[in-house]
């Protein structure tokens, strides 16, 4: 049923379309068009102001033949850099970029694949219920065009987010994440002249570093210290370093305390700096803890997952679900009590200029969906109590 020329062509000409985050604007206008003419009502909320996108999240719904609860389908339009001037390369059934960008089949991939599916509903006539397809911007820095969004807008009780690779999984368990920034201010001081007037922040933040359990802390907990500045020049004692990082965890009191013992470590060493020193005195520390976004934790007996492995069982294949190390929109979208499973439309190696993906795993993205909108209509009551045939 699925064409794959049509769904090819469609995901190369999205994919040519740079649409890096707070840069979706071209291709938003696009893809209303297109959706326009599958018969969806397009509309974007007014959340650019609030992301510094040049648009807001696009919304579009298909109204079902009939009545029944709608689906939430959700894919990002923003790609991570560099992603300007993309060169798509079609070649034995891999699309790659030419190796200068990324290829952006996270998320485009997702979007060609809600497309072909929806072309596939119209020229076969399939029944279906009503689906709302949400598009959001800014994934990429923060999950933000997803955090500013009005969920009042959905009416679906829950959905499925495109962003993943695997084809035959469903994610349902994503961590929490806070984000952070540490403020060593030493004091300057010419280097030559007069150093010992200074103290400096480099050094000191240094062994802040050297205390440090980084990286993989236990199976369900990461963290990581990404982003460092500091000092002006050669000559000078530097005055102040800023390092920024981040901590995930799936269990929340592992990621307090990871966080926590971060902090805990340049502050050690700054203690230790100070002893004997009169309070007011430099060397001083300024830390500051954002949450990023909150963990999800979807059952695996939900029946979004139920769902989704029955779509599977029919086309004879197999429905894992799986945790993930990451955030995404569904983070937020489960906070505001809409949970969406995170499937795989077979994209590899994102966020690098050696992304891919596979045609086929694509075509297979579409079927499965194209069998969850189809059961989903079909759904026994007690499953779907807004059902109503
Ligand atoms: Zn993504």
Known sequence: MVN???L???FRSLAAIGSVSRREGALAAD???RLEALG?????DDTAAKTGSNTGNLMARLKGSRQAPALLLNAHMDTVLPGEGIAVRFEEGVFRSDGKTILGADDKSAIAVILEALNVLREKNIAHGPVEILLTTCEEIGLAGARHLDSGSITAPYGYALDGSDTEGIIIQAPSANRFEIRVIGKDA????HPENGINAIHLAAKGMTDLTIGRIDWETTCNIGWIEGGTATNVVPAL????GEARSHDEAKLQSVTAGILAAFERVINAYREGRPP???PRLETRVERSYSGTRIPPEHPLVDLARRAAQKLGRGMRTKISGGGSDANIFFEKGIPL?????GMREIHTVREYIRLEDMIRAVELLLEIIQLHFFAPGKKNPKLKL
Do not use: K, S
């Open 4 to 6: 794959a020329e049509r």
């Open 341 to 345: 499973g995170i499937l795989g439309t």
């Open 31 to 33: 893809l209303r068009c």
């Open 280 to 282: 007011d005195e430099l």
């Open 190 to 193: 010419h280097a030559g002249a």
């Open 40 to 44: 969806a009502e397009v509309r974007f």
């Open 241 to 244: 370093v800023t390092l920024r």
């Open 8 to 10: 090819a062509e469609t």
